[in-house]
């Protein structure tokens, strides 16, 4: 099993360009996370789908940010425009089942936003 | 909603010396408790896990303990190596989805 695969895994972009993140999950898992991590506000959940569907995404800082997983095996985690307190570690995580299995993070992606 | 408070925020040892550290929630309801190594530059991973059927579970040198009445939690690792040096993370979810993290540890064990 690869794990969870996020691309890419670095980037670099000035304020106001589009920036879109990627992730597969694990095979078979239900669930996809999207994280962020920053010094200052630690790893922070932004939205979460079960079964492509968006659960909760109180966590999207606002509206510039959005996420779509079009399919059991892809996500997106789009931001437009993005501004330099973008710059942070995008996690990606995903989950088999809610009763017995736990979270697996991907290799996360380091975005600096100038 | 759920709050994890984690202390202390950096903890520094001598290698062979025990470590602990300390979480509270504040949803009654939260039944999952994961901790979590992070090297620095990786990604989050699993080091334990408990739920809220058991009060104690080991794995080697590391354990973790739940009081539910008091909603704290604790991690413990006993005979501390370099390589236990990383970042440790404690959570808190109903079931496994939604966790809530806490602020973090950093452990630092001198050889």
């Known amino acids: 099993d690869a794990g969870v695969i996020q691309s890419p895994r670095h980037e670099v972009t000035e304020m106001g360009q589009e920036v879109t993140l990627r992730c597969k999950p694990i095979?078979?898992?239900?669930?996809l996370f999207w994280y962020r991590q920053t010094m200052m506000r630690g790893l922070e959940l932004l939205i979460y789908?079960?079964?492509?569907?968006?659960?909760?995404d109180s966590g999207m800082p606002e509206d510039r940010f959005s996420a779509k997983m079009p399919n059991a095996s892809f996500s997106t985690l789009k931001i437009q425009p993005s501004e330099p307190r973008d710059s942070a570690v995008y996690f990606c995580?995903?989950?088999?089942?809610?009763?017995?299995?736990?979270?697996?993070f991907g290799p996360g992606t380091r975005l600096t936003v100038l | 909603g759920e709050n994890v408070e984690q202390h202390p925020s950096t903890l520094s040892v001598q290698e062979g010396d025990s470590a602990v550290i300390k979480c509270t929630y504040s949803d009654s309801a939260s039944n999952y408790f994961p901790w979590y190594k992070q090297e620095l530059g990786k990604r989050p991973q699993l080091i334990i896990d408990i739920r809220s059927n058991v009060g104690e579970k080991k794995d080697q040198r590391i354990a973790v303990t739940l009081n539910k009445t008091a909603k704290h939690f604790s991690l413990h690792i006993t005979e501390t190596q370099p390589e236990d040096s990383a970042v440790y993370f404690c959570?808190?979810?109903?079931?496994?989805?939604?966790?809530?993290f806490g602020t973090g540890t950093r452990l630092q064990v001198f050889p």
């Open positions: 095979s078979g898992h239900d669930y």
């Open positions: 789908f079960n079964n492509n569907v968006p659960i909760d």
């Open positions: 959570a808190a979810s109903y079931n496994t989805d939604k966790l809530i």
């Open positions: 995580a995903s989950l088999a089942g809610t009763t017995t299995d736990t979270q697996y």
